[in-house]
Every structure is written in C-alpha cells, then in structure tokens.
C-alpha cells in the first residue's frame, strides 16, 4: 500500500499549492495557481486501477483501458489538446517552403504564410500523443519497479529535472501564461516531496513496497508533466525526455527483446536493465546506486539542452538515445542469453555445496564436464539423478 502513501503526498503538495499566490500576474488569468481538476481525477483513477491489481490482479488491457480513460479525462480539460503544434507549426512552415506557391496551388493546399494543418488535424495528433504518453509512461515505471528503491529513487530525480526545467521556464518567461508556469512548478514539487517522504522507508532492505498502486501513479504524473512540457516549443519536451530517458530505455529495450525473442510483448520476465546489473555480480544496493547515478546523468544532459538551439537538441537527443541502444545490443541486453551450469560427479563431498541458487524463471542451459559421466540435473523436483553408462553399472537415483 506504499502507492497509496506517495499519492497522499502528491496530493497534499496539491492541496497547499491552492493557497499560493503566482510570481507574476497576468491581465486575464487567476492570480493564483490553478490546479486543472482532470489531472487530479486521471491520478484518482490510476491509483484505483493500481490498488485494484495489487489486490485482485486485473487483464492488461483492461489496465491500459484505464490508462487511455484517464489520459482523455485531461484531454476533455484541455490538457495537452494541441500539444503537438510546437512540432507540426515548424513542419509545415518547412513543407510550405520546400513546395513553393505553385506546387500548393496544384495540390489545394493553403497558401504560404497561413497554416498548413488544418486544427482538427493538430488536435487529433495531440491526442493521440496525450494517450500515447500516458500509456507509454505508466507502464515504464512500472517496469521500473523490480527491486527496493529503485522506481521512486529514480523517479525523484526525474521529479527534480522536470522541476529544474519548470523554474527556468517560469523564471526566463519561455512559458504560454503564468498559470502553467506555476502549474508545471507545484506538480514537479509535489511529485518530488512525496518521494523524498516514501524512499528513506523504501530502500533496500524496504519495509514498504509502492506496488503497481505507486509505480503505474508514478508514471501518469511523469507524463503529466511531460505533456505540459510538450505545450512550448520542442525543445523543452525533448529535454524532458531526456531526463525520463532510463524508464523510456529500459521499456523499449524490453519490449524489443520480447519481440525479438519470439514472446508476448506483455509476458513478465527477468532480463530488465536492473535485473542483468544483478546477475553481472552488482548487489541490489549497488544495482539501485548505478541507475541513480545514470538518472542524474540524463538530468544533467536534458537540463542543458534547454541552453541550445533546438536543432542542435534533436541531434543531441538522437546521437545519445541511438548509441545507448546499440551499447545495449552489443553488450548483450537484447537477446536472453541462458545461464550455463556445469554438471558435477556425484561422489563429491557435499552435493548441496555444488547446487547453485537458481531463480525458477531463469533460461538454464546444463553443459557436461568432460571428466564425469553423464549427469542430469532436476531443478524444480529439487533431486539430482545420476546416470552411469548402462554396460557398467545401472541407473542410479541420488536424492
């Protein structure tokens, strides 16, 4: 029930926010932070959709139908509704002047100067992108949360790059009004004060998990963050992207190895980022340190494409994402590779010494030693057969 406690606090910072009054005032908008009530309903149904798995386990599908649903209820406030016109009103001025005057006129498309993409076309991408975000984020920090500390630690140092990039842009007036400045800033702190209350009970060895209740909460206020993001000009989203860049690489990478491994893209396994630091030899602790410190680097690297030009942005954030996937592919995350246990004889001393501990779920793959007889290995009946050349001896059963 951790989930239930970081959405309280979430929720809290919210609710205090309402008492703040703006650091500017603009002619025409409310003089204090105004918190759009469908970001708090979408979290609302996250948090039952979570706790209703946590407790009763629920299709995923149906759990990406709450996602969606909660993804429109922003979507009918207005959350998000053209946030894919800071990327099409560029595209278009491009297409417009690639093609010329004459060519629009063959092609019955607007004249040079007024907008290429009609509204309903700009609203229809936004949407799709509001849904896709929501979905897509929700189920990357849920995939996230694998092992104590991991999904809130990184997830609060996300909180705080988003929260870098929301002072700046409310501080140096990069924002549409006052009333998402101070939108963005209050859910970056409350998001980030709720994890700093939950992690100190949450690192290994926890004494309180998040569930799917936390983790998929998570998400959606990531996502929520990242779609006000998206509302300003490109560069902005791309750097944010970029500080959630290890939820978002360890999700494409597991869903490309599913893929590639011939199995359902929802079926659970153990070949995640944080699982394969551990089966390298690092302990969870030193596990869950190495991806803070990748966390903060990605924070670090999307905090300073905000100080360049946006195309040079794009090609940081295309040159960065693409090497770590190839580096991934290289060093092997891609494809399960199955753990290789050497048979033993079976007269040695102590038989229970030279069984290793193997996780169920585990690809196993047992190779003969050259100097022994051939053995057999039954893990799951917890038994070791032994089984010498028939005309020598008969078959032998060791317990």
């Given at each position: ?48 959709l979570g706790l209703w798995d946590d ?45 010329g005057p004459e060519m629009l006129q ?100 926890a004494s309180i998990f998040m569930g ?188």
């Open positions: 029930m951790g989930g239930v406690a970081v959405f309280l606090g979430w929720i809290a910072g919210l609710a205090l926010s309402q008492f703040l009054s703006l650091h500017r005032s603009e002619p025409g908008l409310l003089p204090y932070v105004h918190v759009r009530f469908s970001i708090v309903l979408g979290a609302c149904v996250i948090v039952i407790i009763r386990r629920i299709n995923p599908w149906m759990k990406i139908g709450g996602q969606v649903f909660a993804a429109v209820c922003l979507l009918i406030e207005g959350v998000g509704v053209r946030c894919a016109s800071g990327i099409l009103t560029p595209i278009g001025t491009r297409l417009q002047l690639l093609l063959s092609l019955g498309l607007v004249a040079q100067g007024t907008p290429l993409f009609p509204d309903w076309f700009v609203v229809g991408v936004s949407s799709a992108l509001v849904i896709a975000l929501v979905v897509f984020c929700c189920n990357a920090t849920n995939l996230m949360d694998g092992l104590d500390g991991l999904c809130g630690g990184v997830t609060a140092i996300i909180a705080a790059g988003f929260l870098f990039l929301a002072v700046h842009m409310a501080m140096y007036g990069g924002g549409i009004n006052s009333n998402w400045d101070a939108l963005r800033v209050v859910l970056g702190l409350a998001l980030l004060g709720a994890l700093l209350g939950f992690i100190p009970y949450n690192f290994n060895p799917d209740t936390g983790s998929m909460f998570l998400g959606f206020a990531c996502a929520t963050t990242l779609i006000l993001m998206a509302q300003e000009r490109p560069k902005w989203f791309l750097a944010s992207m970029v500080i959630f860049a290890l939820p978002v690489l360890d999700t494409i990478l597991a869903f490309a190895r599913r893929y590639v491994n011939g199995r359902p893209v929802f079926s659970p396994d153990k070949f995640h980022f944080h699982h394969q630091l551990v089966a390298r030899g690092f302990s969870v602790k030193q596990t869950v340190l190495i991806s803070y410190g990748l966390a903060i680097a990605f924070a670090l690297l999307g905090a300073t494409i905000v100080f360049m030009r946006t195309r040079y942005a794009v090609a940081v954030y295309l040159v960065v994402f693409g090497s770590i996937i190839v580096a991934a592919y290289k060093m092997g995350m891609v494809h399960e590779k199955p753990r290789v246990v050497t048979r033993n004889p079976l007269d040695i001393d102590d038989l229970s010494a030279a069984v290793p501990t193997i996780d169920p779920s585990t690809v196993l793959e047992v190779r003969e030693r050259p100097d022994t007889d051939e053995l057999a290995e039954h893990i799951h009946g917890a038994a070791w057969v032994g089984r010498g050349r028939r005309e020598d001896r008969e078959r032998q059963e060791v317990p």
